[in-house]
T-cell receptor
């Protein structure tokens, strides 16, 4: 069975400092992994995805994530936070057939000026 | 990627009434998904809508409460019936495109008084 655990419900960083949003997953198959961002009163936007190619995945807006199979993790990072990064972030896992998607509970990122 | 339009973007409804949410996609897709996002929560899949067949509902969701139509490959509706304040949520339409990526509409924010 698939599941996703986002280890922090809230993360607060200062503008210009690094961002780390943590995600662990469990999967019986080779998973596909995604990070989505949801800005206030908006839908979900895909930040990046891992689908068994390179383990370090680069996404939009300077975000990247590293797939670590041994740790069953897919943490999202950004070297320098911007005010516009303040949003809700969701880690999502899907098995290879893509018929089911499992959402983490979300991490709310606050960026302090 | 597909562009998904949802209507209404938000609505305030009275208890006991019903509301139909529309989802229009700018390309033909086989499967459309309806999600619910309750306040401060993650996304929960309500049902999967395939064109030409009845929707498949997830555990805890029933057709009488959330009837879905899928008349063609670009359009679907979700009705929230006999609403109560517990139905206050964001309802999101989603489609799965190539590489098993979910694309979302902006959501319909429903408040039930």
């Amino acid at each position: 069975a698939q599941s996703v655990t986002q280890l922090d419900s809230h993360v607060s960083v200062s503008e210009g400092t690094p961002v780390l949003l943590r995600c662990n997953y469990s999967s019986s198959y080779s998973p596909s992994l995604f990070w989505y961002v949801q800005h206030p009163n908006k839908g979900l936007q895909l930040l990046l995805k891992y689908t068994s190619a390179a383990t370090l995945v680069k996404g939009i807006n300077g975000f990247e994530a590293e797939f670590k199979k041994s740790e069953t993790s897919f943490h999202l990072t950004k070297p320098s936070a911007h005010m516009s990064d303040a949003a809700e972030y969701f880690c999502v896992v899907s098995e290879s057939t893509g018929n089911q998607f499992y959402f983490g509970t979300g991490t709310s990122l606050t960026v302090i000026p | 990627s597909a562009v998904i339009s949802q209507k209404p973007s938000r609505d305030i409804c009275q208890r006991g009434t019903s509301l139909t949410i529309q989802c229009q996609v700018d390309s033909q897709v086989t499967m459309m998904f309806w999600y619910r996002q309750q306040p401060g929560q993650s996304l929960t899949l309500i049902a999967t809508a395939n064109q030409g067949s009845e929707a498949t509902y997830e555990s805890g969701f029933v057709i009488d409460k959330f009837p879905i139509s899928r008349p063609n490959l670009t359009f679907s509706t979700l009705t929230v019936s006999n609403m109560s304040p517990e139905d206050s949520s964001i309802y999101l339409c989603s489609v799965r495109l190539r590489a098993n990526v979910l694309t979302f509409g902006a959501g319909s924010r429903l408040t039930v008084l």
